[in-house]
């Protein structure tokens, strides 16, 4: 008994990830017109008639200054962002910041 192999192989379908994903879409919060209803029956006692304490609004007006992480421009992560860098123990921690500084060419270097 000979089993034949099929002739139309299936592919694998590559997953893509979460972060190409997140790149493709733009996440904002739109604004509504109604302000949303909360079911609170259920909620635990200090939760309840939670949506009488808060004022909540559904009026929102995006901040279109920035950039969500995944779309942020290269120079602005140089610029602001933070190295966790453990270093060997023989050269000093002010010479690993100047190497640092040298190779990414930035001026600001400890705050």
Same mark, same amino acid.
């Given at each position: 008994?000979? *089993? ?16 190409? /994903? ?15 209803? $909360? ?6 006692l200090?939760?309840? %008639? *939670?949506? $009488?304490? %808060? +004022? ?13 992480? $995944?779309?942020?421009? $290269?120079?602005?992560? +140089? /610029?602001?962002? *933070? +190295? ?5 123990? %023989? ?5 690993? *910041? ?5 190779a990414?060419?930035v ?5």
């Amino acid at each position: 008994m000979s *089993v034949e192999a099929s002739p139309a192989k299936k592919k694998k379908q590559r997953k893509s990830s979460v972060g190409a /994903k997140h790149a493709d879409e733009v996440f904002t919060v739109k604004p509504e017109p109604t302000t949303p209803s $909360l079911e609170t029956s259920q909620w635990p006692l200090l939760l309840k %008639n *939670v949506h $009488l304490m %808060n +004022i909540r609004e559904s009026h929102f007006e995006p901040n279109t200054c920035g950039f969500s992480p $995944l779309h942020r421009p $290269l120079i602005d992560h +140089i /610029k602001h962002g *933070v +190295i966790n860098l453990d270093k060997p123990s %023989n050269p000093s921690s002010h010479e690993v *910041v100047a190497w640092v500084k040298r190779a990414l060419n930035v001026e600001k270097n400890w705050s």
